[in-house]
């Protein structure tokens, strides 16, 4: 039974909501109680349909009885035992599925994992990781770590350091040693593109100007999203990762993978790593791993990344790094039941045979008023608006708001709106989320 109805509507004072105008929610606050598939239930009773995955990671729809079952077992047997220092098979038995699942470029997968409890402390495992490595191997100089223009990479002090989104940095300090690349978006050359735009490869090159500012030998590592999501929906220019991977390799910069978003089918791969055929050194994961339902995240490594770590005495601990929830026993049941969901129903790649119709249907909203450039690739789209002066995110937001009354869950950033719904999603919801989203962009024009 749904505890929550209209009738009994929880009280709002106490919760801080994160990254919400929270006394504009609570004067009229949109709530779900519940959801199944595609679909969210309101606590009035309606039915909203899921256009972004949650918050990009239930890819593989709601309520999957499958997961809940993995769950509700490994909760009875064993609810929680600690990884420092001791160990439980659930945890293996997951490491050792996504090794042979993980990102592989060239015939080498990063087959060597390291826990987390999300995205964010995933991204700040990995710069964590690159840094230890530098000097395990000699090169002990290195530690400025390189991020890029527009880019997210999680809340932790890592992340927004190497992050790029002004608002998630302006009121907090930053690591000492960081520097960006410069962006990819470039509406003049690439708007309304289908897939990755043809101009932009050279902006890859931004790496040589740090390195010549900064020297090589004090570079740890670059960290970039290959697809940029939650500024949205950057799509890298053709050639551009590949380039990037030839200037680390180079000046021996390890590169990093923020693969949050990305990871787990979204762009009819597996990974972006398999689907762009560029091979990072590490990649970040969390979401899609275990479709949402229990918080979780991942690293994946190198074995020449792994192994260096693994000299010294064998009683010394490697990396003194990691999370009292890191391989959570019922985190990881709920990651070995999603493994089989994406396994059995094809999901990893599903978007690939979706995503003739999703980029048709999509780029369909194109002329109406404000729409100044969409992007889709995959099964992802950022659709973006003229902004209104002085009120940047005011028209982008009302449309949000339109698209929730009208049963469509949608995502914003800025005037940018972004979709991304879970890879179970059929042609005729495809047409649904256009057809609302479109009704919704007139309405508030």
Request: glycine share 12%; net charge negative.
């Amino acid at each position: 039974m749904n505890v929550h109805s209209k009738s009994n509507t929880p009280v709002l004072d106490s919760y801080w909501m994160p990254f919400t105008a929270n006394r504009q929610f609570k004067s009229a606050p949109r709530l779900f109680t519940a959801a199944k598939g595609m679909h969210y239930t309101t606590d009035d009773g309606r039915q909203v349909l899921d256009g972004t995955a949650g918050l990009w990671c239930v890819n593989a729809g709601h309520g999957r009885e499958q997961i809940t079952r993995a769950v509700e077992q490994q909760l009875s047997t064993m609810d929680y035992a600690p990884s420092f220092q001791m160990g439980h098979p659930v945890a293996f038995d997951f490491a050792e599925r996504l090794a042979a699942n993980a990102p592989e470029a060239g015939g080498e997968k990063l087959d060597r994992v390291f826990f987390t409890g999300s995205g964010s402390e995933s991204v700040d495992t990995a710069l964590k990781i690159a840094i230890a490595y530098q000097r395990a191997i000699g090169q002990g100089t290195r530690t400025r770590l390189i991020g890029r223009e527009r880019g997210y990479h999680g809340v932790g002090f890592g992340g927004i350091s190497v992050g790029g989104l002004v608002n998630n940095r302006r009121v907090f300090p930053q690591l000492p040693g960081t520097d960006h690349l410069r962006h990819t978006h470039d509406p003049a050359k690439n708007a309304f593109i289908k897939g990755q735009p043809e101009h932009g490869a050279d902006l890859a090159d931004d790496l040589e100007r740090l390195v010549a500012l900064h020297g090589a030998e004090t570079i740890a590592a670059c960290i970039v999203e290959p697809v940029a999501g939650s500024t949205g929906v950057l799509v890298p220019p053709k050639g551009y990762l590949q380039r990037l991977r030839d200037i680390c390799t180079k000046h021996g910069i390890l590169l990093i993978f923020d693969e949050v978003i990305t990871g787990f089918g979204r762009l009819g791969s597996p990974f972006a790593t398999d689907h762009f055929g560029v091979l990072p050194d590490l990649v970040t994961t969390a979401k899609g791993l275990t479709n949402g339902a229990i918080p979780m995240g991942a690293v994946f490594a190198r074995r020449q990344v792994h192994d260096a770590l693994m000299t010294g005495p064998e009683a010394a601990i490697e990396l003194f790094h990691g999370y009292t929830y890191s391989g959570h026993p019922v985190a990881c049941a709920a990651g070995l039941a999603t493994l089989d969901i994406y396994e059995k129903e094809g999901l990893l790649t599903r978007a690939s045979a979706l995503e003739g119709r999703w980029h048709e249907a999509i780029h369909s909203l194109k002329g109406l008023p404000h729409v100044i450039d969409i992007r889709t690739i995959g099964l992802v789209a950022g659709i973006e608006l003229a902004s209104r002066p002085e009120a940047i995110g005011a028209r982008a937001y009302e449309v949000f708001v339109e698209c929730f009354n009208k049963g469509l869950l949608i995502r914003v950033t800025g005037d940018i709106i972004a979709l991304s719904p879970p890879l179970i999603i059929g042609e005729d919801q495809i047409g649904e989320i256009v057809s609302r989203l479109g009704d919704a962009i007139l309405k508030t024009a």
